[in-house]
C-alpha cells in the first residue's frame, strides 16, 4: 500500500453507473483515491462512494455538475483537486448517446451530444492541466468505434467521437511531455440503455460481425484504462477494445 500523501487521485466522469462505475472500482482496486462524478445519478454515486469508503476510508468522494455548463466544469475540476491537493488522472467518460437522423436532428441534439462527447472533455481537461502538469498525470478519454466507421443514424454522435479522436491527439502533443492522453474506443461491450430489450436476434446479429464472436466485458476496458494509466511512454494512441470487430 502507497501512503496516504503517496495515493494518486482520479477523476472519472459520469461514473456513477455503467463502464464509468467500473472504471472506478478498478482505480481504486489500483489505489487511486477517486472523485466520481454524475449529473442526474446522484443516489447511484452515493451509493458506490460508501462501499468505497467502507473499503478504504476517505477514498472517494462524489461530485454533481452538469458538464455543458463551463462554470460546472470549472466548479467539478477544482473540487476534484482540491480534495485531497492533487490530481493524477482525468477519465472523460461521460456520454450522450442516442439516434438522430439526418432528416430529424435538432440544434438542441446537436449541442447536447457535440456537448457531452466533445465539448465537455475539452474543457474540463483545460481546467485541470495546470494540476495535471504537477503529478506528470493524464487524460484517457473513452471514445468509440463509431468515431471511424459512423453508426447509421446516429450523424452527429458519430461526428463528436470522432471529434474525440482529433482532441486526444491534439491535446497529447500540446501537453507532452508533462501530461500523456490517449483514448479508448469500446466496441459491443454493453447493449445502449435503449437497446436493453433488444430481441435475440438483433444480439446475435450483432455478434456475428465481432472476430472474436462474443460481447466484451467491462473488465476489457477497465483493463485498458489500467494499462494506459501507467503506461509511460505512450501518448497520443487510440486503443480499440472491439474483439476484432473493427477489422
Known sequence: ????????????????????AEIVKHLHQKDYRVVIHHHSSEKEALALCDILNTSRQDSAIAVQGNLLDIEKCKAVA???????????????NASTFYPTPITEA????????????????????QQLVPH?????????NIVDIYAKSPLIGHPIYSIAKAGNVMLTKSLAKELAPDIRVNGIA?????????????????????????A????????????????????????GQIITVDGGRSI
Open 78 to 92: 477544482e473540487v476534484a483537486r482540491n480534495q485531497w491537493q492533487r490530481i493524477d488522472l482525468l477519465v472523460n
Open 186 to 210: 469500446p466496441g459491443n461491450i454493453l447493449w445502449p440503455n435503449k437497446n436493453e430489450t433488444a430481441t435475440s436476434e438483433e444480439k446475435k446479429d450483432a455478434i456475428k460481425k465481432i
Open 132 to 140: 495535471l502538469k504537477e503529478t506528470n498525470g493524464n487524460i484517457i
Open 1 to 20: 500500500m502507497t501512503t496516504t500523501l503517496d495515493q494518486p487521485v482520479a477523476l472519472v466522469t459520469g461514473s456513477a453507473k455503467r463502464i464509468g
Open 212 to 235: 472474436m464472436q462474443r460481447q466484451g466485458s467491462l473488465n476489457d476496458i477497465t483493463q485498458a484504462v489500467i494499462y494506459l494509466a501507467d503506461a509511460p511512454y505512450i501518448t
Open 106 to 125: 435538432t440544434e438542441q441534439q446537436w449541442d447536447d451530444l457535440i456537448g457531452t462527447n466533445l465539448k465537455a472533455p475539452f474543457f474540463l481537461s
